[in-house]
């Protein structure tokens, strides 16, 4: 099993960014996908997290700007960005809980760089 992560950048205090990340292999299931990240110097956080249903759950400085989604028939968790600040800048890591034949496990991406600054 995979999860490649894409869709992070550079953008101005304000802008917006939509990060995207595809579970790829013998995947049997996926419960709930998530995003965290972590600043330079600090330890990685949860950022928001979604279940199979749509139960959602957000760190409290990202609610109001950003969204988190997923298309399951892609196997994809999508987190829209908006109104980006400056303390949003960190690498932004996808993780899953995925079961294939071996059973159920974590999973997570490579991490994506986000960098807001003028």
């Known amino acids: 099993v995979q999860l490649q992560a894409s869709g992070g950048g550079l953008v101005q205090p304000g802008g917006s960014l939509r990060l995207s990340c595809a579970a790829s292999g013998s995947i049997f299931n996926i419960d709930v996908m998530g995003w965290y990240r972590q600043a330079p110097g600090k330890q990685r956080e949860m950022v928001a997290t979604?279940?199979?249903?749509?139960?959602?759950k957000y760190v409290d400085s990202v609610k109001g700007r950003f969204t988190i989604s997923r298309d399951n028939a892609k196997n994809t968790v999508y987190l829209q960005m908006n109104s980006l600040k400056p303390d949003d800048t960190a690498v932004y890591y996808c993780?899953?809980?995925?079961?294939?034949?071996?059973?159920?496990?974590?999973?997570w991406g490579q991490g994506t760089h986000v960098t807001v600054s003028s």
């Open positions: 979604i279940t199979g249903r749509g139960t959602t």
């Open positions: 993780n899953a809980h995925i079961s294939t034949w071996r059973g159920p496990a974590n999973y």
